[in-house]
């Protein structure tokens, strides 16, 4: 094939147009500008059950997302699921009473951490620990809780 | 039944035989990566007949095919009141799936067919001895420049496929169907992880360029050198290439996102 300096400049917007795919799915559709390389500080709560949470589920407070869950461990003493969440470390100024609670957005959608600020003037740093939680809901037991009060209910009206 | 075995046993060995020879043919073609570096002159031959000539057909596919999943996936999201996680579900198939697979399969349709009738050609009309007899090397002046722009070419032809494709999914979800724009985004930006999702979608997509230039130069090499070889590697080329990328897609799945 001959060459000519077309060629050249085809091969380079060619070349060109696939980087700028590659940053383009880089930058617009990944998480990489938003949570990637910034700095975040590491908090660790323990919870009777972390439910359906996951690595990377969302820790929001008042609904903004403000950082994500980095790891969930089961603490073979306490029997308790400790969860650590690296937060955004411009949001530095939570008071260390803060409560963390598992939420579900909506009735079945993904599982999150919710922090509602406490009152306390101290506030969590890095390594700190939330001592007020509150476990997941978990939808079958509430049902079953149901199930079995509905029955119950049912066996004493029939004994009368 | 004799027969039978004996036939099963020469099979058998022929593919061994060709799977060995594949291999060494391989070997060799890397091994002249260090010669054609010096002559970027080649390479860039290469990468306009591979790469640019088939940039038209992967931004058009990719464009319909993020515009069906938009659609598709609108009328099942809006079924569960989920429409707003449209761009995760067109973004995620996208990047981890479609892009590399659907890619790699028109990449061996366009451009290892291609490679392989032009090698095969070469071989049938004598042109590879031709080069033997002057010592020059065909594997060193044909075959490596050609494998390196395979290898090149895939993975940015991967990369705009994918994100033509989740434009043309946002061009009929929220132009066309009311998605909301913002929604449509943010979703997509804290659902796709860049180390889970993208870069496992762009190391499939090297890897099918690394095995979709592999068959198609070897098929093209191995040919017998009659106007019926050549049609019947070509063939081979890509039958052999979308059976291998869609086993290896399968592995790789497994092996990248199976710890979720």
Redesign the interface.
Known sequence: ?Q?TAT??T??G???A??????F???L???????F?QQDTYTVTARFESSGGLKI?S?VSAAGV?IGKVTDISFDTKTYQAVVSMAIDAKYNTLPDDTTASIFTAGLLGEQYVNLDAGGSDTVLKNGSKIDITQSAIILEKIIGQFLFKSAEEKAQGDKK | MMQFFQNLGADTRTSFTKLGRGTYFLLSTLAGIASVLPRP?LL??Q???V??LS?LIITISGLFVGMVLGLQGFYILSDFGAEESLGVMV?ASL?RELGPVVTALLFAGRAGSALTAEIGLMKATEQLSGMEMMAVDPIRRIITPRFLAGFI?M???A??????G?IGGQLVGSGLLGVDDGSY?SQ???????YD??LNG?IKSIIFGFVTSWIALFEGYDAIPTSEGVSRATTRTVVNSAFSILILDFILTALMFGDK
Do not use: C, E
């Not at chain 1, 147009?17 to 590659?22: I, Q, S, Y």
């Not at chain 2, 997509?188 to 860049?194: E, K, L, N, V």
């Open positions: 094939m060459h060629q050249d085809l091969v917007l060619f070349v147009a696939g980087f700028a795919g590659l383009f799915l880089a617009q559709v990944s998480n990489l500008s938003s990637g990377k969302a997302k | 002159r860039m031959n990468l306009y007949s790469g640019v940039f973004s990047v070419s993975p940015l032809l990369a705009l496929f994918s994100a033509v989740i985004w997509m930006q804290t659902q796709i992880d860049f999702d993208i762009v």
